[in-house]
């Protein structure tokens, strides 16, 4: 499943194709063809990315929202090239210019402004989001502090914060040193906000490069894929930090990665 930096790699490749332009709208797989119609023709007012939904808003003021799930995946490719495109389509956006097409998300609905903003709501805050006012992380902060569950959950719920995946989870609390069986509540607040800001931090990497690059040495290069982070699928390897060794165990059934010895 993407994480966030890559669903907001998507919103900026939309915007750029189609912003502020009318859009053909249509479902070659058949699944997507009520909804279609309610937004074919009419322009993209933006494209918005929080944590790993997308939101497509019309000028209708109607929304196209987007969760890739495991499967989706999303197509970009100039429209003379239209007949390269093959497979399942649920839905295609294009100009006289450009196609955007979806295969296989879990969710793809056309929704309004009052179900969109209680989508929002129920959010957490975006790390690739702008916060001048550092509300996001003043509300990440506090949902935080105030829960019992332990901290390697509450990465991964996107009610606490969006766009986390098993990634980013793994190497954002080894960066810390920080235990994932630690609770929330547990956390001191300085070291929530040094969490937010470091996922802030190596999200932007994601967001600018397309890859999930953590370690240090290595944030402003495009390494090989085996070497680009701490602990994430290196279970049974030396920590590269210290004389320890990586582990797995599963949390909530997803795989968690750690070095007990440099997050204690």
Same mark, same amino acid.
């Given at each position: ?5 890559? %669903? ?5 490749? *939309? ?38 939904? *997308? ?9 196209? &929202?987007?969760?890739?799930? #495991? ?19 649920? %839905? ?28 929002? &709501?129920? *959010? ?15 509300k990440f902060v506090d949902r935080v502090l105030s829960s019992k569950s332990s901290i390697g959950l509450l990465l991964m719920n996107q009610d606490v914060i969006s766009g986390i995946g098993n990634v980013y989870?793994?190497? #954002? ?18 070291? %929530? ?21 953590? &370690? ?31 582990? #797995? ?6 795989? *968690?990665?750690?070095c007990p010895g440099c997050q204690r």
């Amino acid at each position: 499943m993407p994480e966030g930096h890559s %669903v907001q790699r998507t919103a900026d490749e *939309l915007n750029k194709l189609f912003k502020n332009k009318p859009v053909q709208v249509d479902s070659p797989q058949g699944r997507f063809a009520s909804e279609a119609k309610l937004i074919t023709g009419k322009k993209i007012i933006r494209v918005r990315a929080i944590g790993k939904q *997308l939101f497509i808003d019309f000028e209708n003021k109607l929304t196209c &929202r987007v969760h890739l799930g #495991i499967y989706g995946k999303w197509r970009f490719v100039p429209k003379n090239k239209e007949e390269t495109l093959t497979g399942a389509v649920r %839905v295609r956006f294009y100009d006289s210019e450009n196609i955007a097409d979806l295969r296989g998300p879990t969710v793809c609905e056309v929704i309004d402004t009052k179900s969109v903003k209680l989508i929002e &709501r129920r *959010l957490g805050p975006d790390p690739t989001n702008p916060d001048p006012k550092k509300l996001q992380l003043a509300k990440f902060v506090d949902r935080v502090l105030s829960s019992k569950s332990s901290i390697g959950l509450l990465l991964m719920n996107q009610d606490v914060i969006s766009g986390i995946g098993n990634v980013y989870r793994a190497e #954002i609390l080894f960066r810390a040193g920080i235990s994932p069986h630690v609770l929330g509540n547990q956390l001191t607040q300085g070291q %929530v906000v040094a969490l937010w800001e470091d996922s802030v931090r190596l999200m932007k990497v994601g967001v600018k490069t397309g890859f999930m690059i953590t &370690r240090e040495e290595l944030l402003t290069k495009k390494p090989k894929k085996a070497d680009r982070n701490y602990v994430y699928k290196r279970e049974g390897l030396g920590c590269l930090r210290c004389s320890g060794t990586v582990v #797995i165990e599963l949390m909530a059934t997803r795989k *968690l990665y750690w070095c007990p010895g440099c997050q204690r």
